[in-house]
């Protein structure tokens, strides 16, 4: 089965950078696939942030993409998320999750989710 | 950027009965790149049909879905207590988009 699990501060100040982990377990992240983030503002609907292969190829949203940097660490079966600049607005629930990217495209699986608040 | 409307933005139904959401794309969609998810409060969303009517792994196949170019649904043939919960469309062109949801509720 396969699993996801954020990881990272759940406070961090506004200007500064918002890092986040993704730890993937029951499967092996260069085996294929790409790996994502979305975010979900409180009480709002979700914003993809961007996907991206252990390879190195990455698609980003095109709104965040000057202020996003993804990577990948096969060795700890690991993704990470990037977001500098940050202001209140970036505030969400950031999920990370598998994108099956091929002739469909979707998450399959999702972490469960962790709270960043954007707060001085 | 392709921007996906839903609606209704609220539907209210009762158990048993059926619900018909809508995704209306701002340009061609390919349907192979059209998706669905649900949402429960407090959970991350869950994908229940892809290329716009394939059901994913585990799916009941009262959930299912149909369109093509710039329209698209989901119907729910006999809503279950469980079903009650918020529904997103999400589509990949030369970036991913989602709609805004449809928040599902008991009458």
């Known amino acids: 089965q396969v699993q996801l699990q954020e990881s990272g501060p759940g406070l961090v100040k506004p200007s500064e950078t918002l890092s986040l982990t993704c730890t993937v377990s029951?499967?092996?992240?260069?085996?294929?696939?790409?790996w994502g983030w979305i975010r979900q503002p409180p009480g709002k609907g979700l914003e993809w942030i961007g996907s991206?292969?252990?390879?190195?190829?990455?698609y980003y949203n095109p709104s965040l993409k000057s202020r996003v940097t993804m990577s990948v660490d096969t060795s700890k079966n690991q993704f990470s998320l990037k977001l500098n600049s940050v202001t209140a607005a970036d505030t969400a629930v950031y999920y990370c999750?598998?994108?099956?990217?091929?002739?469909?495209?979707?998450?399959?699986?999702w972490g469960q989710g962790t709270l960043v608040t954007v707060s001085s | 950027e392709i921007v996906l409307t839903q609606s209704p933005g609220t539907l209210s139904l009762s158990p048993g009965e059926r619900a018909t959401l809508s995704c209306r794309a701002s340009?061609?969609?390919?349907?192979?790149?059209l998706a669905w998810y649900q949402q429960k409060p407090g959970q991350a969303p869950r994908l229940l049909l892809y290329?716009?009517?394939s059901r994913a792994t585990g799916i009941p196949d009262r959930f299912s879905g149909s369109g093509s170019g710039t329209d698209f649904s989901l119907t729910i043939s006999r809503l279950e207590p469980e079903d009650f919960a918020v529904y997103y469309c999400?589509?990949?062109?030369?970036?991913?988009?989602f709609g805004q949801g449809t928040r599902l509720e008991i009458k």
């Open positions: 290329g716009a009517s």
């Open positions: 029951g499967y092996s992240i260069s085996s294929g696939y790409y």
């Open positions: 999400q589509q990949y062109d030369t970036s991913l988009t």
């Open positions: 340009q061609s969609v390919s349907g192979g790149y």
């Open positions: 999750g598998r994108w099956y990217n091929s002739i469909w495209k979707y998450f399959d699986y």
């Open positions: 991206m292969y252990h390879g190195g190829s990455t």
